[in-house]
């Protein structure tokens, strides 16, 4: 993908990635405003751009140009552009702290959301078929012959995925959200907030140039995009980031609603964090709470969807919470990201900063302002010209009555602390916020965090549980992490992003697919019980990766399993489990009617009826999944093994390793009657189609 770059450097003028290339915007310019000291840093406009051609390019492009490629190919290139990006990652810092980020606040936004990449990159390969669809749990028996049965797989969505992300963190916000539509093989059209828009351009820029992204994957809007939703259509994807009003609109779009797209809302939430009754003053636990509430105020000046807005504390604390955290926040030094012994730097605006403002005052306009000072120093920067605002603290002493505090979001360092008489109404409280991101409770009684975390969960999208014993690895409340979904209900918006495989999984289409085994083998090429089993003189471990077909079976001869089979197993592993080794006993549950087989003792045999001992391609076994063993063994019956080959898998192997692949393998232990004793599957490493040669040492043959 080489688009070249942008023209310019410093305050300039941002130019919008559309159709393959750098476009500048035409008309009217939006000045871009560095929130420490109110200089204009850029303009940015998106005059001129023609959005519905943006979507058109996308589906038409980048769409086709990303799904030419599996899972596992695109997993790659995410990792390719993460390395890339993490290399260039100290050009982001300085832009960063335009927006008012101080390091530590920038380290989660830059390195945050090139995290996720990786996360993708890595799980891309784990949980994902190597193809260019997914197949989606196991097969569904739907006939009682077996002749026709039921099968999921995903499909990427043929549209395009309109990003729209919201100020506060202008590199996870868009990373985030590309690292899964791109490992699904959607293309990406990315609309971050305006302010903020000059740091996300840069990274933007910085993944083009590595050139790793195939043309059309991405594409970049700057500024002010009020009628892109008007052209989206059935197949498109809409994930928005930002308030929940704009979010309401956006998602009631006439198009939106018509062509049913679907639309991820990641909203503002009143958060809360809830103080056991157990963690009174002098406990570690109500010191950890302390230092959260502290943090989720203070990082990034409060600017997080997950930030705690509503500190929920037992009737009688109030006084010393409100004291430690009035202690606590007065350490914190607010000034200009970049000056020393800053811990707070200023809102990303002075828009931000009336628009707090403004918000506090009603909150405060029915609670009371217990911490907060209007006249507060600033470190390093002109408090008139930055967009600094001081922490505060505020106290409502009738929380189930008084709603402000959980419906009036200040989107910077303002607290709520609210009293609770017992857990009931601490549960109540948490849900008045009536659907939110994240919340936590830090308590050491494993009662009291059971009660809570039941009563609250219907209305979250993540809780934490936060004690002395996890506080040290702890990743705190209000990290929202790639594995773990990111989302929550009602106020919140109602959706869900990341979450591992779960967040590539908003991006494909589910298919239910039924027809005969056979049919659906050849599709999915993944063998399915039932369907058809091909044998040959060859022992499929005598076949490389690449010679074994999907369906190629084995059936062994057969072994009869004696009474000196299962006192040998006892001896030789130890496991005289009475079933095994006394009759009366073993039928005393009525399970067994007499002394039964170990159940590994007949995966071993069946492994001693399957394998071909000799050296061959078949490097090594690493697994065995979904064990089940189905029917009792007994001495005197007779036990074979059908071996299929279910799946196969190429691996990507560092250079100078022998290329290989992994071959998942249907295994069916049967007995005498042909009825399955045992079923599950083994996952072996298996060459790739290269000469074999037993004399020939591996890394030699590899690198022919
Ligand atoms: P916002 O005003 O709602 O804007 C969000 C995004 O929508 C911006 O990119 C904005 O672009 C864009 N936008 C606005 N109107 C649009 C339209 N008609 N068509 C297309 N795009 C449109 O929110 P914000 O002020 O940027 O962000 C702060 C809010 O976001 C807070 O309330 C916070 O709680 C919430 N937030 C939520 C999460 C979450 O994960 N749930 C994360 C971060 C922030 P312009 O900038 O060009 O107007």
């Known amino acids: 993908m080489a688009q070249g770059t942008q023209r310019g450097h410093g305050p300039r003028q941002l130019q919008n990635f559309v159709q393959g290339e750098w476009v500048t915007g035409t008309g009217a310019m939006t000045p871009l405003v560095d929130a420490v000291t109110g200089e204009t840093i850029g303009e940015t406009s998106t005059g001129g751009v023609d959005f519905k051609a943006v979507l058109q390019y996308a589906r038409t492009v980048g769409g086709p140009a990303l799904r030419a490629f599996t899972f596992h190919e695109r997993a790659l290139m995410l990792k390719r552009v993460a390395i890339a990006l993490m290399a260039r990652k100290e050009e982001f810092y300085p832009l960063s702290f335009q927006t008012g980020a101080t390091r530590p606040d920038s380290w989660v936004d830059?390195?945050?959301?090139?995290?996720?990449?990786?996360?993708?990159?890595?799980?891309?390969?784990?949980?994902?078929?190597?193809?260019?669809?997914?197949?989606?749990?196991?097969?569904?028996?739907?006939?009682?012959?077996?002749?026709?049965?039921?099968?999921?797989?995903m499909v990427p969505l043929e549209g395009a995925a309109v990003h729209i992300n919201a100020f506060n963190f202008p590199v996870w916000g868009m990373l985030e959200k590309m690292a899964p539509a791109l490992l699904a093989g959607v293309p990406c059209v990315v609309k971050p907030a305006t302010t903020g828009s000059h740091l996300s351009n840069a990274v933007f820029q910085a993944i083009l140039e590595t050139n790793e992204l195939p043309t059309g994957a991405i594409q970049l809007i700057c500024g002010e995009?009020?009628?892109?939703?008007?052209?989206?259509?059935?197949?498109?994807?809409?994930?928005?980031?930002?308030?929940?009003?704009?979010?309401?609109?956006?998602?009631?779009?006439?198009?939106?609603?018509?062509?049913a797209v679907r639309f991820n809302m990641e909203a503002d939430s009143l958060n809360c964090s809830i103080l056991g009754p157990d963690a009174v003053p002098g406990t570690e636990e109500f010191?950890?709470?302390?230092?959260?509430?502290?943090?989720?105020?203070?990082?990034?000046?409060?600017?997080?969807?997950?930030?705690?807005?509503?500190?929920?504390v037992p009737a009688g604390l109030e006084e010393a919470v409100i004291q430690a955290l009035s202690k606590r926040l007065g350490t914190t030094t607010i000034g200009a990201p970049t000056a020393d012994g800053v811990r707070m730097g200023p809102l990303a605006s002075r828009q931000q900063q009336r628009a707090?403002?403004?918000?506090?005052?009603?909150?405060?306009?029915?609670?009371?302002?217990?911490?907060?000072?209007?006249?507060?120093?600033v470190v390093g920067a002109d408090r008139a010209a930055g967009a600094f605002y001081a922490p505060e603290l505020l106290y409502c002493a009738a929380p189930l009555t008084t709603l402000a505090p959980h419906d009036i979001e200040a989107f910077g360092p303002v607290n709520t602390v609210m009293p609770y008489r017992d857990l009931g109404e601490a549960v109540q409280l948490a849900r008045m916020g009536r659907g939110s991101l994240v919340g936590s409770l830090v308590t050491a009684d494993a009662n009291v965090a059971r009660e809570v975390v039941l009563g609250v969960a219907p209305y979250h999208g993540r809780l934490?549980?936060?004690?002395?014993?996890?506080?040290?690895?702890?990743?705190?409340?209000?990290?929202?992490?790639?594995?773990?979904?990111?989302?929550?209900?009602?106020?919140?918006?109602?959706?869900?992003?990341?979450?591992?495989?779960?967040?590539?999984?908003?991006?494909?289409?589910?298919?239910?697919?039924?027809?005969?085994?056979?049919?659906?083998?050849?599709i999915t090429r993944e063998w399915t019980k039932g369907a058809a089993e091909h044998t040959d003189a060859v022992h499929p471990f005598r076949k490389s990766f690449d010679e074994l077909q999907v369906g190629d079976t084995l059936i062994t001869a057969?072994?009869?399993?004696?009474?000196?089979?299962?006192?040998?197993f006892a001896k030789l592993s130890g496991d005289t489990f009475y079933a095994h080794m006394d009759a009366e006993a073993a039928r005393h549950h009525g399970v067994f009617e007499g002394r039964v087989a170990h159940g590994y003792?007949?995966?071993?045999?069946?492994?001693?009826?399957?394998?071909?001992?000799?050296?061959?391609?078949?490097?090594?076994?690493?697994?065995?999944?979904?064990?089940?063993?189905?029917?009792?063994?007994?001495?005197?019956?007779?036990?074979?093994?059908?071996?299929?080959?279910?799946?196969?898998?190429?691996?990507?192997?560092?250079?100078?390793?022998?290329?290989?692949?992994?071959?998942?393998?249907?295994?069916?232990?049967?007995?005498?009657?042909?009825?399955?004793?045992?079923v599950y599957s083994i996952l072996t490493l298996v060459r790739r189609d290269v000469p074999f040669n037993a004399s020939t040492p591996a890394s030699a043959s590899a690198a022919a």
């Open 287 to 312: 010191d950890l709470f302390i230092k959260e509430v502290t943090r989720e105020m203070t990082t990034k000046a409060g600017q997080k969807c997950t930030a705690i807005r509503r500190t929920i």
């Open 225 to 259: 995009a009020r009628t892109l939703l008007d052209h989206v259509e059935e197949l498109d994807i809409v994930a928005f980031t930002g308030s929940a009003a704009t979010g309401q609109k956006l998602k009631s779009g006439a198009a939106v609603v018509s062509h």
């Open 110 to 153: 830059i390195e945050g959301g090139i995290g996720t990449f990786f996360a993708y990159a890595s799980r891309g390969r784990r949980e994902f078929t190597n193809e260019r669809y997914h197949i989606d749990g196991p097969t569904e028996p739907l006939s009682k012959n077996g002749t026709f049965v039921g099968r999921h797989i």
């Open 601 to 678: 003792f007949i995966v071993s045999a069946a492994a001693g009826l399957f394998v071909e001992p000799s050296l061959g391609p078949v490097m090594a076994n690493y697994g065995l999944e979904k064990l089940r063993f189905t029917k009792p063994v007994y001495p005197g019956d007779t036990i074979h093994v059908r071996l299929t080959v279910k799946q196969k898998t190429k691996k990507d192997v560092p250079e100078g390793t022998v290329p290989q692949g992994v071959v998942e393998w249907d295994v069916e232990v049967r007995n005498q009657e042909n009825e399955a004793v045992a």
């Open 356 to 377: 707090v403002g403004e918000s506090a005052e009603r909150i405060r306009a029915v609670t009371e302002r217990v911490y907060g000072v209007d006249d507060f120093a």
């Open 558 to 568: 057969s072994r009869t399993i004696t009474l000196d089979d299962i006192e040998a």
């Open 464 to 522: 934490l549980v936060l004690d002395r014993t996890s506080a040290k690895e702890s990743t705190g409340h209000g990290s929202p992490l790639p594995n773990l979904v990111h989302g929550g209900p009602g106020r919140a918006g109602g959706g869900e992003e990341m979450g591992g495989a779960r967040g590539v999984s908003h991006y494909l289409q589910r298919v239910a697919l039924q027809g005969s085994p056979t049919m659906l083998t050849a």
